[in-house]
């Protein structure tokens, strides 16, 4: 057996940063950027007001107060998406809305709050007119040109992951596109004679292909595009028929087959077809697990093979193919987030193992717990679906108390 350290980065190393491909930037979310941006535009790409108010010269307001308001002509009025057509003269104010062009003449902008207008409007004076009621200084409400971002600037670096917020700069900048890292197309296949489709009667004997869905469902949510090839029966003719419809993926990720029972025909297959680095990691639940490449003429593709149970299909999946998907599309942080957490149960660990036990993390008082989910056994798919992180209980330790302190991969916090 390999530790877990030592079969992750041989996983890693087979895989590389995919190749870019140019989107629409809704279709880019979540991606990275696979080239620098840089603006061709100011924005703002003027001077613009903050506020709906009134612009003025600033030096027009010194000595303006609620006891002594300096009444300027309104000379017209700005809206926002039009220009304004007249200067501000000295002395004088304009009308302006939130986000219209500042005037020329015009250095600051008196929000509507700061002036007697309504009182003006509710006794009925001449709104050809305007109270100021302090003063102000220059560049007060003013979104100057280029404050948000100047023509020439870099404004996202290559490697950076597309979040809503960066999509609404590309927006901003007027981009229909980006050229982000293409996304990993992860071929799923499911193994065993045991297995029956999801929308299958179940007769005696059989079992749902349930490993399937979690393993694609855990695919989108990393940003992989799963692949879905179905179940491979127990033999060579079926194994090699569907390992064949996975050659055009980027990687294959199997279900079952890798322990040593007579009938786990997957590593045997699959060592004919190419090679296997490794297939037992020193872990707990997921000790049988097949790592190595199948070759055709055209390419070598990575191959993980999971254990069947479907707790350790998912144990698995977190610690090995969710870093080799988040690498193909370029991001640097693979490692889930992990926090430190006060067990409320004992856990026995006796196997030498790193042992890995589902938990619900729950905060008080400032401090985080986790209890265990309920039966650990890794064919009990439920215990992971209470589960919000999995506590980590080294190979060397022989358990843990209630009120010791342990480390948690918490499954449900920022996924980079």
């Known amino acids: 057996m390999i530790s877990v350290e030592e079969a992750l980065e041989k996983i890693l190393s087979y895989f590389e940063v995919l190749e870019p491909e140019e989107k629409p930037i809704l279709d880019s979310l979540g991606q990275v950027m696979a080239e620098d941006v840089y603006s061709s ?47 501000l003269e000295p002395g004088t104010a304009i009308r302006i809305m939130t986000g219209a062009p500042l ?30 009621l302090r003063q102000v200084g220059k560049g007060l409400n003013v979104r100057c040109k280029g404050e948000d971002i100047a023509k020439g600037a870099l404004i996202l670096r290559r490697g950076t992951v597309l979040r809503p ?58 940003g992989g595009i799963p692949k879905i090839l ?10 090699n028929k569907k390992i064949s419809e996975a050659l055009d993926s980027d990687m294959l990720i199997t279900s079952g087959g890798v322990s040593l029972g007579d009938y786990d025909i997957v590593k045997d297959v699959l060592a004919k077809r190419g090679e296997i680095a490794f297939w037992t990691v020193c ?11 199948i070759r055709s003429r055209e390419k070598k593709v990575p191959h993980l093979g999971l254990p069947g149970n479907p707790v350790s299909s998912m144990v698995t999946f977190e610690q090995f193919a969710r870093p080799a998907i988040l690498k193909m599309m370029g991001k640097k942080n693979w490692a889930k987030p992990s926090i430190q957490a006060i067990m409320e149960d004992g856990v026995i660990n006796t196997d ?9 993390v729950s905060k008080r008082d400032g401090r985080y717990y986790a ?46």
């Open 283 to 293: 872990m707990k639940p997921g000790k049988p697990l097949a790592f190595g490449v």
């Open 352 to 360: 030498g193992r790193r042992l890995f036990a589902r938990v619900i």
């Open 230 to 239: 179905g179940i491979g029966r127990d033999s060579v003719q079926s194994l």
């Open 165 to 222: 917020s960066e999509i609404g700069v590309l927006a901003s900048l007027g981009c229909l596109t980006a050229l982000v890292i293409r996304r990993p197309v992860v071929s799923v296949l499911a193994t065993g004679d045991e297995l029956i489709d999801i929308d299958q009667p179940l007769p005696p004997g059989k079992i749902h292909n349930s490993n399937t869905y979690t393993i694609a469902a855990e695919i989108l949510r990393y």
């Open 41 to 87: 535009i100011d924005i703002p790409p003027r001077d613009n007001s903050a506020m709906d108010g009134f612009a003025v010269r600033a030096e027009d307001t010194y000595g303006a107060g609620k006891s002594s308001p300096k009444v300027f002509p309104v000379i017209a009025e700005v809206a926002a998406g039009s220009m304004p057509d007249k200067e």
């Open 371 to 416: 209890c265990l989910t309920g039966p650990q056994g890794s064919g009990i798919l439920t215990s992971m679906a209470r589960a919000n992180g999995l506590a980590v209980i080294p190979e060397d330790s022989n358990g843990v108390k209630a009120g010791d302190m342990v480390e948690v991969q918490m499954l449900d916090w920022s996924e980079e």
């Open 103 to 132: 005037p020329e003449g015009a250095d600051a902008v008196v929000q509507f709050e700061d002036t007697d207008e309504v009182t003006r409007k509710a006794s009925g004076d001449d709104s050809s007119q305007i109270g100021i």
